[in-house]
């Protein structure tokens, strides 16, 4: 469904993405994982439009259509189907939250599709439905991912960025957001997750890659990496 | 006395009206591509040389007001067009640099084109009629003028808080790398914000024209500069406080000069400065914003 091939991003003077390469299959979890500044965050800048590759390809493929993501406008990639849900949530805090949800639904022409996705998130979180008409800068950090994750939603992603959904959040509600993805998968979206906190994202992920300084250098399914001994160390925080 | 402050407050409504067209367009602009535009103020005098060239082709004053909001909207999207698309990602100082040539490009070819001689028309003789109201009289055209302008702010509102352009504006105000991931076309959304907020620029222009009678290709610095006090009196980015800081800026420029002795009339506009040097002291952010709301 997403296929990168040898890219390459700089920001400024600076060589962030180095030769990247890899695939994300319809239906999966596909999990980046990775040290601070290893250049996953500009990864999905450049996946969703708003950054663009010195070098390279990367082509989403939806149903039969097939996105060039090196060259389209970001309205058009997002109207094909490939959502960004962005590092720091980025919620509209002067909104409030029903405004966020339409905003997620922008490039939606199907109205009734809107309300019924609108009815699915609401009941997905509830707490979305009791603040619908408070300001999103008043909710806590938690109930603003549940927001960017519902804004999400409403956009009908086919393929979900998600950067760092666990950042800053209470475990409890990390293991909320977690069983949404797992849920979101079975209803046949296909994720790919950034994630500090590796041993969940390779618990959840079917495959996933490993990026050190703007390349990737392990990959393999999550099962196999979390078992591997030099993530164990590096990521999992656990004795080899 | 009461009937003396009366007439200064509707003439103070009807200056500050004026401000505040301006100022909310400028606000407007700064709001969503964080950008002084210092050429807005020449849209008042595109405005006004466009009223001056429908009224001489005989064309009803009504045609004429929408013709002008069409003028106005043009020239906000050709200049942000040609001019602000390709700087944009440029830092804030090269762009400010270059709302200062687009104005003064705009004057001089205005000088060029029509020569500096001051032309004038007016409003029709009715228009200056004055209405009595509970025992003291407004002039029509004032009243006209805080008529309007409240129904084409009344009208912006809508369009920002009910529709869903507007939504995407106010989306791409706050946060532009976030309305991107929405699938907002952001420079659709920048265009329009030019194209209203010229618009209203140049309505302006017609009014500013019909009250003080006269119009020239400079006449849009001085409207300019003290729609920039408007906005920094009400915080720059809103809209709202672009608004009130439109009319208190006018109200308190009439009050100084009708209220003081005669003497000090002329040093109206080193009170209006004065002030924005007060504001930019006591209250940087403006009166409307709350502190911590600042931004960057």
């Known amino acids: ?240 | 006395m009461t009937q003396y402050v009366f007439q200064q407050v509707i003439n103070g409504l009807a200056l500050g009206s004026l401000y505040a067209l301006l100022a909310i367009g400028f606000s407007m602009i700064y709001g969503i591509v964080r950008l002084i535009n210092f050429a807005h103020g020449d849209l008042v005098m595109i405005g006004g040389f466009a009223t001056l060239a429908l009224v001489s082709a005989g064309v009803p004053w009504p045609v004429i007001l929408v013709f002008v909001l069409c003028v106005g909207a043009m020239a906000g999207i050709a200049i942000e067009t040609v001019v602000f698309r390709p700087m944009r990602g440029a830092d804030q100082v090269t762009g400010f640099i270059a709302t200062l040539a687009v104005s003064i490009a705009i004057q001089n070819s205005t000088l060029m084109a029509l020569s500096g001689q001051p032309r004038n028309f007016s409003f029709p003789a009715f228009m200056r009629q004055r209405i009595d109201i509970a025992g003291s009289s407004a002039s029509l055209t004032d009243l006209t003028i805080i008529g309007l302008t409240l129904l084409l702010i009344g009208g912006l509102f809508l369009i920002v808080y009910r529709t869903k352009m507007g939504q995407a504006m106010r989306a791409t105000a706050e946060n532009l790398t976030a309305a991107r991931l929405m699938g907002v076309a952001v420079n659709r959304t920048i265009m329009t914000a030019f194209a209203i907020g010229s618009a209203l620029a140049a309505v302006a222009g017609l009014f500013w024209g019909g009250k003080f009678g006269q119009i020239d290709p400079l006449m849009g610095f001085e409207p300019g500069l003290k729609a920039f006090v408007a906005c920094v009196i009400g915080g720059v980015g809103s809209i709202g406080g672009a608004m009130l800081g439109g009319y208190i800026l006018g109200l308190a420029e009439i009050l100084f000069v009708g209220l003081l002795p005669q003497e000090y009339s002329g040093y109206r506009d080193t009170f209006v400065f004065l002030l924005l040097i007060v504001i930019l002291l006591v209250r940087p952010s403006g009166l409307f914003i709350r502190q911590t709301e600042e931004r960057a």
């Open chain 1, 1 to 240: 469904m997403l296929e990168v091939r040898e890219l390459n991003v700089f920001r400024g003077a600076t060589h962030v993405i180095k030769n990247v390469s890899f695939n994300v299959e319809e239906g999966q979890i596909a999990a980046l994982i990775g040290a601070n500044g290893a250049g996953k965050s500009t990864t999905l800048l450049t996946l969703s439009g708003l950054l663009r590759p010195r070098s390279g390809t990367a082509v989403f493929r939806p149903d039969a259509q097939e996105v060039d993501l090196t060259s389209a406008p970001s309205e058009k990639i997002v109207r094909a189907g490939l959502i960004h849900c962005p590092e720091g949530r980025q919620i509209f805090h002067s909104m409030t939250v029903r405004e966020n949800l339409e905003m997620g639904a922008y490039a939606q022409l199907d109205q009734k599709l809107v309300s019924k996705t609108t009815a699915e998130v609401l009941e997905l979180f509830p707490i979305l439905a009791e603040r619908s008409g408070g300001m999103a800068g008043s909710l806590s950090g938690g109930e603003q991912m549940m927001l960017a994750l519902g804004r999400a939603l409403l956009a009908q992603p086919k393929l979900l960025l998600l950067d760092e959904p666990s950042l800053g959040l209470a475990p409890l509600v990390i293991e909320r957001i977690f069983d949404v993805i797992a849920e979101l998968r079975r209803r046949g979206v296909t994720i790919l997750l950034i994630e500090q906190n590796a041993a969940m994202a390779l618990d959840l992920a079917d495959t996933a890659f490993v990026m050190e300084t703007g390349s990737i250098v392990l990959s393999g399914s999550g099962a196999d990496l979390a078992l591997n001994d030099k993530v164990r160390q590096s990521y999992l925080g656990g004795a080899a």
